[in-house]
Every structure is written in C-alpha cells, then in structure tokens.
C-alpha cells in the first residue's frame, strides 16, 4: 500500500460525476481539507468532468487521455457517475461499464473494499440487528464482470446470448491473501461467499485457493457460505461475519444488501484499491448517482465522507482517518429524524472535526 | 398446466431425499392424503430412494432407469437432497448438479415459482416489514446453471476457471410469458431483475422480451431493478412487488433472502415447473437437507407442506390447495414461541383440515 510521507504532497483526481454525485463531493472534499488541515500533507486536487453529462456533451466516456491523465495521481475520489435511466440519448452509452468498471479494470483495482457497519443511533430495517461490523472484500478485476458476453441473432426468436465469468488463480490469489491479511488486523475470520455447488469451476478456484491460503494463517477461521444463504445470514445474523471474501458479481449483490441492514447505502464507503500501488486507488460511496433527488441538497453525504476516511487510511494517514470516522459516528449518533441539507451535515462533520 | 379430472388416478413420485428431508415429506404426505381424502381423487405413490444415503450405498445419482420412471409420473414431490457438508466420500459427487439440478433441466421445469408471503403471527427479521405478498418466477433451465464451465491448468497458479451463462430467445420468452400471465391473475406488476448495466448480453435478452410481452398485457405495469439494488427493497419495502421474473441465478439468491424475509426457509415452498405438461412438475421445500438437525423431529415441514398445495393446484385441484393453505395460514397464526416436532406440526395441520 502506498504510504505518503508526512510533509508530502498527494495528487488527488477528483470526479465529481453526475446527479447527487458533485453535492456529496463538495461535503467530501470539505472534510478532507478540515481533516488533513494540520496534517503537513497537501493535497493538489484535479477535477476530471467525467459521467453522462460529459457524454451528452461531447460523446466521450473515458478517452485515452482522461485515463492517462488520472493514472498519474496518487488517488481518486469520486462521487457517483450515471444519467437519468431510460434517457433514450444514453441508450447505447452504458457509462457504467464504459467509464465505472473500465476505471476499476484499467487500475487493476483488483480488491474492490466495503465495509459494513451499525453505527450506533443509525436506524436500519432489521428488528434485532445485534453488532455488526463486517468487510466485504470484493474482486474486482474478473469473473462476471469481464465483458466477456456475446449474442447471436439478437433480437429474433432464435437469439443466444451469453456471458462468460472469467477467473484466475492469479486474480483470485491475490484478492484471497489480501482478505486473509485483513482478517489478521480484525477479528481473525473469513468467510468465502459463492456458489460452489452449482458454479463448480468459478466456485472450485476460490474454494481451493481459499483452503490453500488458510494453511498459511492458523489464526484465521475459515467459513463458506454458498451466496444464497449468505443473504439469508445478512438478515438474520449479520454478526457472524467479519472479513467476507467473494467474486464481483456476488460482491456487488452482498455489499448492497450490506448497506440496506447497516443503515441505508447512503452510509456506505468504498475503496476500489490496487494494493500493490501500481496504479491510483479509487474511493466512492456505494450508491449511485440518484438523478430524481440531484440538485436539491438532499442527498447524504456520509457514505462519500466516510470513503474520504478509507482514502486517507489507504494514504497511510491513519490518525487522519479516524478522527473522521469518529466524526461521522458522532454526528450519526444524534442525528435523529430532523431532516438535514446535504450540506448541513457536511459542515456539521467539519465543525468536529475543527473542535 | 395438466388439468386432473375429478375421481381419477394421479400418479406421484415421492422422493424423500436426505436429512430432514424424509421427516417433512412424511408430514406433507399426511396433509395431502388428508386434503384429498373426499376429493374422488386417488394418488398412486411411488417412492424413490435417491439422494446422498443412495450414492453411498450404491454410487448411483440419478440413473437413466431412475429418470424414466420418475418422468412417467404425474407429479414429484421432494424433500431435500445432500448429504452433510464436507463428507469425503461425496466430494465428487455433487448431489446438487447430479441430481436436483438434473431433474429440473431434463424434465424442462423452466418455471421454478416461489411464491413469498409473510403470513400474519410470523415473526420475521425485519422491523416493519408491511405487507409482504409477492412470487418470484425463477427460470430454471438456463443461465448461469448450464454447467457450461471448465477450467485448465486446475490447482497450478496458471488456473483459468470458466463459467458460462446460456440464455436464449426461447428459454426468456416463455418463462417471462408466464410471468406475465401470472400477474394478470395477481397485482398485475411485474419486475425485471437482472444486472443489464454489466452483463450487457444476459441481461439485455431479458429486458428486450420483458418489453416485447410488455406490449400484450397493456393493463400490467413493468418495472426494473438491478439485482442489488433489489435485495435492498426486499428489506427496506418488499411490499413493492407483486410478480419478480429473473434468472435461475439472481432467482436462488432472491428467493433465499425472500424465504427469509417472510419468516424463514422453514416456510418457503417451491414449484418446479413444466407448464406445457409434457413432463412431471416438481414441488419441494426451498430448504436444504439440514443433516445437523436429521432424525430429531426438530425441522418445520410447513414449507413442504406448502408445496403440497402448489402441487395441488397444479394439478388443478384448486379447494384442496385452497384448504392446505388455509390450515397452515390458521396455525402459523396461533404458533407462538412453543417448540413442537416435526410430526406435531403435520398432526395439527391434518386436525384442521379434518375438522
Ligand atoms: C454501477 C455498477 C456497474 C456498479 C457495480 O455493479 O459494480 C455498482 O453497482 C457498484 O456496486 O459499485
Ligand atoms: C441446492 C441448489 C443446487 C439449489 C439451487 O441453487 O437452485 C438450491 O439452492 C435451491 O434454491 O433450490
């Protein structure tokens, strides 16, 4: 993991994006600069105006020179990117694999990181929801989310279409070693999430280098858990879980469910990291771009805050990190129902942070 | 759907299965005997002795012989197949593919419908969970469930570990059209779940025939979610839906958390089935074979109880289904916290329907 020196400068790429995207970025940027005020760090930020309306604008989703220009800094933050749905000008777009996923897997972003957690005085849906306090470490560079699909006679009666999970011992290895490493520094136990019993090849390579890692961490517990009865344990016992292991596409599926029990995704963070240092690391909150709310202040800015902590943790800026946290947990812990603007909570958290 | 003519002759294949499986299944018998015993209705069952305990004994899954016969059936009712998790000696076998999954793809059970319901006096998880009243239609003979997979290189660090989803114009079209004619007979609405935004192809088959058949049932609204976004609105307002069609895969995962929504796979019930009557349907509990709880009376047979009655109304027998349904509605609602076995829970359903 790349760590920043103290008196050092970080280059920061920021994409605001689209729809709530920008409001929840301004609040997130504002608790950066509070947080790392007296940090002796500097941050020299770049905006890339990257999304849909880039692409109504110009036709662009992300050009050569965009990626090239965003691999040269040292991390990312992005707030949300996506139009309206079913705007028929985006109709052969797809920003999200054109821009979102062709980040993630151009930065070999390969442990896609999310964290879940019931902060107190946060209502969620689940009538006894007990501790919770689990990472998702979410592959993201293979398996269903390759692109490698096709179809013949599309559109006629006759069509085949097809998608082909993709899954390395490289790729998965590395995502596996970096869950077991995780579960070292938290409560010692990984569950891998998959469908094994069906999935009997993209399930066989996780279940064999999950077994093979797990010899070198004696420490570490080790559970499986097929997807399916996953989502059944996030309901009904999310407390059992601390560092979750599984493919992108059951990944996506958990964490989302993840955030509905902790709160709502309006509260969840995320880090798209390339531990290796190779390439910038990406952090945004795991919700989308939510264009029906967009421009009046009523999104939540939490969950793109709390990826400002994960970003400064990345950083190496670990006190950095957690008195933002600590702020957010303290603002979460009294925010009660009186409805608040986007940017009234953002300043709220930038005034602990200044106490 | 295969119609039974009153005081005729239905020929049904049991297949008790492993674990808990024989336990429920006797239950299930006893409430279908029971619903049917003034019906002029005559079931011929015939019992089949497959599942894990048979592969020990003889290496046997399913044989061609065991297919033919179990094809010649009007009907299967089945309680769980699998043996205990990790048993060495059915690390090759894969009860799961070799079995259930053969089953439903060689007998085209193209509809796996899983009707959701929280019935009044079941606790569940969630805090306010509303009105929860909805069936997933899950493919059943395609996607990601083709076993259409492979790896090379197995167990070396050059492993690639395929998997590929299959969907054609036939397979989608005709168990949308069920869906659709479904919601015609239910809240008349129907959601789409899939993940469109990634798996462009798969999902994108989809959502063309969904908006094709969209156009014959003018009076039935269309909705779509990505499947992550719709495990949140199974926890946050399951209310919203009335008729979710999707992929075998999204449908397993789906339907587990639904099962637990509403109070628990304990009451889930399943159809497996072939529409156009050219091979038996299969009905059987969404639960597993539980081996850590086998043989203590401990299991709750309503789910396969349940699935008595989408057997019967399958076959048409639309009072009995009515009446099986109804007694497990009135006992679910006066269960409480007392612990009963396996076999007091059947004994008080047939009492109802005796009475
Ligand atoms: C927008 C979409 C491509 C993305 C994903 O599926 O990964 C999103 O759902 C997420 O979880 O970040
Ligand atoms: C046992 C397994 C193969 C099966 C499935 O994945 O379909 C089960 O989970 C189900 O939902 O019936």
């Given at each position: ?18 729809g709530i995207g920008p409001e ?208 059944i344990f996030l309901v009904t ?64 800015p939490t969950a793109a805050i ?50």
């Amino acid at each position: 993991m790349s760590r920043v020196q103290q008196s050092s400068l970080v280059k920061l790429a920021v994409i605001p994006g689209d729809g709530i995207g920008p409001e929840v970025i301004t609040e997130a940027e504002k608790v950066l600069d509070a947080a790392t005020a007296s940090s002796g760090v500097r941050f020299e930020k770049t905006r890339f105006s990257l999304g849909a309306a880039r692409f109504l604008e110009t036709g662009d989703t992300l050009t050569d020179a965009d990626l090239e220009a965003i691999a040269g800094h040292d991390a990312i933050l992005l707030g949300a990117v996506g139009g309206v749905p079913g705007d028929p000008r985006l109709k052969d777009a797809n920003i999200e694999r054109g821009l979102l996923l062709k980040l993630r897997f151009e930065l070999d972003h390969y442990v896609n990181l999310r964290p879940s957690k019931l902060y107190p005085g946060v209502p969620g849906p689940l009538a006894a929801p007990g501790d919770i306090d689990f990472v998702v470490v979410r592959e993201g560079t293979e398996g269903p989310y390759v692109g490698n699909g096709g179809s013949i006679r599309r559109g006629t009666p006759h069509e085949v279409a097809n998608e082909t999970s993709v899954n390395t011992a490289f790729g998965v290895e590395r995502v596996v070693r970096y869950a077991f490493d995780l579960a070292e520094r938290r409560g010692k136990k990984v569950t891998l999430v998959h469908k094994t019993n069906v999935l009997v090849h993209a399930g066989g390579i996780y279940k064999r280098i999950v077994d093979e890692v797990a010899t070198e961490h004696p420490e570490v517990a080790v559970d499986y858990l097929h997807v399916d009865a996953a989502t059944i344990f996030l309901v009904t016992n999310p407390g059992r879980f601390d560092v979750i292991v599984t493919d992108n596409l059951f990944g996506d599926i958990l964490t989302d469910l993840a955030g509905a029990v902790t709160g709502g995704i309006g509260l969840a963070a995320s880090g798209n990291i390339n531990p290796d240092g190779a390439f910038p690391s990406m952090f945004e909150p795991v919700h989308g771009s939510a264009p029906d709310i967009a421009g009046q202040q009523k999104a939540d800015p939490t969950a793109a805050i709390l990826s400002v902590s994960l970003l400064l943790d990345h950083l190496g800026l670990r006190d950095e990190a957690q008195r933002v946290t600590t702020a957010v947990e303290d603002d979460l812990a009294i925010r009660g129902q009186a409805a608040r603007s986007t940017a009234q909570i953002g300043d709220a958290i930038v005034d602990r942070l200044q106490a």
